[in-house]
């Protein structure tokens, strides 16, 4: 009963903060002229020693172990470290990848070869270990797939990975597309929707793997079906969703039609903060029920969102915006891109960002996983923009 009266009141606190942020929100867009950007604005150093660390200590972690020397492709940690890291070779006058780089292909590629006899990531139902498999499926062919998009040459063991992916694509049913994917009731990453998130993934590694795989007459069919998906499923997403679908559009145009890359876009705008930045939370829902609404608002804990500007809001927007092709001169993206490089965490060179889901200190090893992420977007949206 108490229970039940907690919720409750989380609930209708909820509501009213909907309703305050909404009018708020209505009068304080914001307006923005352009600001210089320096390349010395911001420490790829500092940003890399920060992701060369973290990455390190996850694949030591304990609990990301998951046997025979391999471990865990988070998406937080080293599914990002992954996707970024490249892109401060050349800043930091590197000529070959890091250890860290090294040792995630080496993990996904082993589970990769012993694909039938590895041990899932996560058990429990055959439901449980569907969604592992599929989850694990989609990230290890887009790490193989960037680490082959860098010498141009598709290797055996990524088409192993994608092979490994398509037989687990879903072809009937609501699902018929897509794949099965974690669902822990994390945002933004492994929650009720994170399966759209997958999909938009799968189409974003099949577009970057080289020797134009995307154009294999065996995989058509497999396309076709993410492409409907894809298509059938968009105006159900959050815009952290739809704009994960939009990055994927940049090599797959057929995924949006050119309304929705406008719409998608225009309501990224919107949701800027008058400082330049974004907010997680206000990008990574949409309506599902009463519980999520409350979620807008709360962690899981009932212990309020931040409603500020955050670091992997902020650089995933500015990021996929560059990437979309709005103008470097555009005042707005600008706007975002100066908030990023004046954020930066002096100290450790993270950019910060709160977890959704916990009331974690941002000190701790867990309490910096969406820190690991926000930091590893923030790499791809500068290196960009510089």
């Given at each position: 009963?108490?229970?039940?009266?907690?919720?409750?009141?989380?609930?209708?606190?909820?509501?009213?903060?909907?309703?305050?942020?909404?009018?708020?929100?209505?009068?304080?867009?914001?307006?923005?002229?352009?600001?210089?950007?320096?390349?010395?604005?911001?420490?790829?150093?500092?940003?890399?020693?920060?992701?060369?660390?973290?990455?390190?200590?996850?694949?030591?972690?304990?609990?990301?172990?998951?046997?025979?020397?391999?471990?865990?492709?988070?998406?937080?940690?080293?599914?990002?470290?992954?996707?970024?890291?490249?892109?401060?070779?050349?800043?930091?006058?590197?000529?070959?990848?890091?250890?860290?780089?090294?040792?995630?292909?080496?993990?996904?590629?082993?589970?990769?070869?012993?694909?039938?006899?590895?041990?899932?990531?996560?058990?429990?139902?055959?439901?449980?270990?569907?969604?592992?498999?599929?989850?694990?499926?989609?990230?290890?062919?887009?790490?193989?797939?960037?680490?082959?998009?860098?010498?141009?040459?598709?290797?055996?063991?990524?088409?192993?990975?994608?092979?490994?992916?398509?037989?687990?694509?879903?072809?009937?049913?609501?699902?018929?597309?897509?794949?099965?994917?974690?669902?822990?009731?994390?945002?933004?990453?492994?929650?009720?929707?994170?399966?759209?998130?997958?999909?938009?993934?799968?189409?974003?590694?099949?577009?970057?793997?080289?020797?134009?795989?995307?154009?294999?007459?065996?995989?058509?069919?497999?396309?076709?079906?993410?492409?409907?998906?894809?298509?059938?499923?968009?105006?159900?997403?959050?815009?952290?969703?739809?704009?994960?679908?939009?990055?994927?559009?940049?090599?797959?145009?057929?995924?949006?039609?050119?309304?929705?890359?406008?719409?998608?876009?225009?309501?990224?705008?919107?949701?800027?903060?008058?400082?330049?930045?974004?907010?997680?939370?206000?990008?990574?829902?949409?309506?599902?029920?009463?519980?999520?609404?409350?979620?807008?608002?709360?962690?899981?804990?009932?212990?309020?969102?931040?409603?500020?500007?955050?670091?992997?809001?902020?650089?995933?927007?500015?990021?996929?915006?560059?990437?979309?092709?709005?103008?470097?001169?555009?005042?707005?993206?600008?706007?975002?891109?100066?908030?990023?490089?004046?954020?930066?965490?002096?100290?450790?060179?993270?950019?910060?960002?709160y977890s959704l889901n916990y009331r974690r200190s941002l000190t701790s090893d867990t309490g910096r996983f969406m820190s690991d992420a926000a930091?590893?977007?923030?790499?791809?949206?500068?290196?960009?923009?510089?």
């Amino acid at each position: 009963m108490r229970s039940t009266s907690k919720k409750a009141r989380i609930l209708i606190i909820g509501i009213l903060a909907a309703c305050l942020a909404a009018a708020i929100f209505a009068f304080s867009r914001p307006t923005v002229s352009p600001t210089p950007l320096s390349q010395r604005s911001w420490n790829p150093k500092a940003a890399a020693a920060y992701l060369d660390q973290r990455a390190l200590w996850w694949s030591k972690w304990p609990a990301s172990a998951r046997g025979d020397g391999t471990f865990c492709i988070s998406c937080h940690t080293a599914l990002s470290y992954s996707l970024s890291r490249p892109a401060l070779r050349a800043t930091l006058g590197e000529d070959a990848p890091t250890l860290q780089e090294q040792a995630i292909w080496n993990s996904v590629a082993n589970r990769v070869r012993n694909w039938k006899s590895a041990v899932p990531y996560y058990g429990g139902s055959q439901t449980d270990l569907a969604r592992s498999a599929g989850a694990e499926s989609v990230v290890n062919a887009i790490v193989l797939a960037r680490r082959d998009a860098a010498n141009g040459k598709l290797s055996d063991v990524t088409r192993a990975a994608f092979d490994n992916m398509w037989a687990l694509q879903q072809t009937t049913g609501d699902l018929k597309g897509a794949w099965w994917w974690l669902q822990f009731n994390h945002e933004p990453w492994e929650a009720s929707d994170s399966q759209y998130y997958g999909a938009a993934l799968a189409a974003i590694a099949t577009s970057i793997a080289p020797e134009s795989y995307h154009s294999n007459p065996g995989i058509q069919t497999h396309r076709e079906m993410l492409r409907e998906y894809l298509r059938r499923e968009y105006r159900k997403q959050s815009l952290l969703n739809q704009v994960t679908l939009l990055w994927a559009s940049l090599k797959w145009p057929e995924l949006i039609t050119p309304d929705q890359r406008d719409t998608i876009i225009q309501e990224v705008l919107d949701k800027q903060h008058t400082d330049g930045g974004w907010n997680l939370a206000s990008l990574s829902w949409t309506w599902r029920n009463w519980n999520a609404f409350a979620r807008m608002w709360f962690v899981s804990e009932g212990t309020p969102l931040k409603a500020r500007s955050d670091g992997f809001a902020t650089a995933f927007m500015t990021f996929v915006l560059q990437q979309a092709g709005l103008p470097r001169d555009n005042p707005r993206l600008r706007q975002g891109l100066v908030w990023l490089a004046h954020n930066q965490d002096q100290t450790g060179g993270q950019w910060v960002t709160y977890s959704l889901n916990y009331r974690r200190s941002l000190t701790s090893d867990t309490g910096r996983f969406m820190s690991d992420a926000a930091t590893a977007y923030a790499v791809l949206s500068l290196s960009k923009a510089d």
